[in-house]
């Protein structure tokens, strides 16, 4: 929700730098003033502003609500959203219960089938053993009946039951070739159950990318809400209610006033004095006498020309470096950005704070 850029306090009235001139031994004066790390809320959609919850010069908290716009249009394509999870949620529920039924059966299907083809075969040994038999008996009767050992009516019985079991062993070879039919048939369930998972697979998918279509549209809901990143102080408001804002509209500054701190400029023969963590105070007309207690937060690695505000031309053509003297607190938000200011930096340890 925020962007947040650190900037100098451009809103303060323009002061005068000067440089850090050589001061009592063991420490290093410069002027400048308080500045602060600003934090700029923009809108991440365009909308109308409908409620205002915090105007400038209020210290809010961290996720406190500041403005909240206009989400009905925002809150029908949730809806929508929900809706098509929804229906999906139902087919996939459908499609696996369609599927469970379906794998019962086709399984149940299978096993039956090759239950009946097992059982096919073992009749179709059986009756070919069987028509094995009578045609041996068959051949002996009629051996027998030709040297008139026996009555030809028996060779004629043993004759007939031998087509007879013949014929049975037929009916049982095609009763097999039956089950080979119907086994493969069974089978073929198993490819209607893949299409059938492909599908569901396909649902599933489906039903993903709207959860994720979902997820996506409430956490745009958010985006109507316009909350404080940090706990600070409201510099300025830059909307009204009824207005219309756009995607990156600025609509609140921020400034963290326990977070404060003065940028000063040493001269490059006095840079290797300065240390990070050096102890350091700092003074405001605001607060005569009062020292603030602060250390040397940042050194910059690189010189720079003078900046443009410093006292005199001499002075701008010097090479600098930029360091950051950081307040370690700022009782009752007393101190703010754009405060002119005077800093002490002690350069050695031990050395007296001159008298203010």
Known sequence: MAVIAVLAALLAPRVRTWLA????????????????RITTLSPKTSAWVVALQADEGETVRAGQVLATLDDQAQRERLRAAEEQLNTLT???RAADTELAMTERQVTLQIQQAEAAR????MRLSRARAQAFQAQREAER?????GRELIAPQEAERAR???EVAEHAAAEVTAALENSDKQLALARLGRERLETMRAERAALASQHQQAQAQLAEQRSYVADYVVRSPIDGTILTRTVEKGERVGDGTPLFTLVDLHRLYMKIYVPEPSIGKVALGQEARVYVDAFPGRAFAARVSRVAQEAEFTPKNVETREE???LVFAVEVALAENPEGVLKPGMPADAVVRTQAGAPWPAR
Not at 141 to 145: D, G, I, R, V, W
């Open 90 to 92: 139902q087919r996939v």
């Open 160 to 162: 007939l039951a031998a």
């Open 316 to 318: 701008r053509v010097k």
């Open 118 to 121: 097992r059982e096919a075969d």
């Open 21 to 36: 001139p050589p001061g009592p031994s063991g420490v290093l004066l410069a002027s400048g003033r308080i500045e602060g």
């Open 141 to 145: 009767a009629t051996t027998l009946s």
